[in-house]
């Protein structure tokens, strides 16, 4: 586990980011083209991200990105 230090600027620069990259991973998520592998991939990152963001965001701003069970199991049945 690592420690970090920032200042109020630099949270919101990193909240900023992550928001930005689970946007892009919930675009890629929704996707048709992209194989079951790479969504899986996606889907895991998309958990480690989400965990860090939970870390830093508000209730009402985690729950814009909180994914329902439909889209975790989108296309596990192809």
């Known amino acids: 586990m690592l420690g970090f230090l920032f200042t109020d600027k630099e949270c919101r620069e990193l909240g900023y980011m992550l928001r930005k990259e ?5 675009l ?3 996707d048709p083209y992209l194989e079951n592998t790479v969504i899986q991939s996606i889907r895991a990152r998309y958990k ?3 965990r860090m963001y939970a870390r830093m ?6 729950s814009m990105y ?3 069970s439909a889209q975790l199991n989108l296309r596990n049945n192809e």
């Open 66 to 68: 909180t994914l329902n």
């Open 48 to 50: 480690v991200v989400f």
């Open 57 to 62: 965001a508000s209730p009402s701003d985690l």
């Open 28 to 30: 890629d998520l929704s």
């Open 22 to 26: 689970l946007d892009e991973m919930l």
